[in-house]
């Protein structure tokens, strides 16, 4: 059984704090997605790394996908109450019709 | 806007009853998918469906069933509901292709009493 393991579950910083999250597995993962949730909606997809290695930036936040592809990072710089929700990653699973393995979630808080 | 539809968004069973959750995505998307979403186990997939006339279970198929009706519809049913099935389900679509996003419905909050 392929698992995603994500740390720390919970994360309460103050406005202007930088913070990371990360995701790790002992399996390879084709590629990786980052999703935020908001209460009483659907994951929203941020961002896909395919690469070993590969960088990516969105605005303050920035996803590395590990050079093994078993890991991957989620960096925000200097956060803001707006950034906060569910992040949840997740590992597409072989050649299973886009099949993807989620992470149990990292829930942020950020208080103004 | 374009995107994944699902009904209801809460319900109410009694130990038992059963109900067929709706899910239709406008986007033209190939593969469609089932989860649950328990607090502290993140999502976990119930149900694919890889491709219009085929269906394949997840991780925690057990006590449920999906039909996919079309290209744009994938319905899941709960024939005989239990306790242990309150949660919140999502159903979501994808092209199918490695890579590809998923686009998320804004959920069904399933209640079993």
């Known amino acids: 059984t392929q698992l995603l393991e994500q740390s720390p579950q919970f994360l309460s910083i103050q406005e202007g704090e930088n913070l990371t999250v990360y995701c790790n597995s002992s399996?390879?993962?084709?590629?990786l997605q980052w999703y935020r949730q908001e209460p009483g909606e659907g994951p929203v997809l941020l961002v896909t790394v395919v690469t070993g290695g590969e960088v990516k930036k969105l605005k303050r936040l920035t996803f590395q996908f590990g050079d093994a592809r078993k890991d991957s990072s989620l960096h925000i710089t200097a956060a803001q109450p707006g950034d906060t929700g569910l992040y949840l990653c997740?590992?597409?699973?072989?050649?299973?019709?886009?099949?993807?393995?989620f992470g149990q979630g990292t829930e942020l808080s950020v208080k103004p | 806007n374009a995107g994944v539809t699902q009904t209801p968004k809460f319900q109410v069973l009694k130990t038992g009853q059963s109900m067929t959750l709706q899910c239709a995505q406008d986007m033209n998307h190939n593969s469609m998918y089932w989860y649950r979403q328990d607090p502290g186990m993140g999502l976990r997939l119930i149900y694919y469906?890889?491709?219009?006339?085929?269906?394949d279970k997840g991780e925690v198929p057990n006590g449920y069933n999906v039909s996919r009706l079309n290209k744009r519809e994938f319905s899941l049913r709960l024939e005989s509901a239990a306790p242990s099935q309150t949660s919140v389900y999502f159903c979501?679509?994808?092209?199918?292709?490695?890579?590809?996003?998923?686009?998320f419905g804004s959920g069904t909050r399933l209640t079993v009493v």
């Open positions: 399996s390879v993962f084709s590629s």
């Open positions: 979501a679509s994808s092209r199918g292709i490695q890579g590809y996003g998923y686009t």
């Open positions: 997740a590992g597409a699973v072989g050649n299973q019709g886009g099949k993807l393995i």
């Open positions: 469906s890889a491709s219009e006339g085929t269906t």
